[in-house]
């Protein structure tokens, strides 16, 4: 049986919840679902035993950090095989905070932060172009992220 089957009205209002703000006390969830927080705390763990929930995370503001520029980068393989080499080295560099194996023209696509576009021009040339079965990149310049969502 899967797992989606398993998880009922309450579990999804408690995921709304936690996904608004990960550090809300379980006593004002229990509160807005109208039961105890031991409930609360019983249901928060069975939803990470399944894997529903993989953790929590403080969400750092690229641009308040220097990282003004936001980036999306398809990326060409020289051949399919070549994927998981390629993925281990793109893992190294510290800009690329998102990578997903792709279907459509691309191999691969990523998601980089830079200082600015002269930064990300530095780390496409000498970083990702450089790396040993990538033929080409296309990248796109994010000028605004309207919303950002679970």
Do not use: W
Request: one cysteine or more; glycine letters at 6%; a neutral charge.
């Amino acid at each position: 049986m899967e797992d989606s089957h398993l998880i009922d009205d309450l579990d999804r209002k408690i995921l709304s919840l936690i996904t608004k703000n990960a550090r809300i006390p379980y006593l004002e969830v229990a509160r807005e679902c109208n039961v105890s927080g031991a409930a609360i705390h019983q249901r928060i763990q069975r939803l990470s035993k399944m894997g529903v929930i993989t953790g929590s995370e403080f969400v750092i503001s690229p641009k308040k950090i220097g990282f003004a520029t936001c980036a999306y980068v398809g990326i060409f393989l020289d051949s399919a095989h070549l994927y998981p080499k390629v993925v281990a080295q793109l893992r190294n560099i510290p800009e690329i905070t998102q990578c997903h194996y792709i279907t459509g023209g691309y191999s691969i696509f990523i998601k980089i932060f830079t200082r600015d576009n002269e930064d990300l021009k530095h780390v496409l040339v000498e970083k990702v172009q450089a790396i040993d079965g990538v033929s080409r990149t296309e990248t796109f310049i994010s000028l605004e992220e309207s919303f950002n969502r679970q």
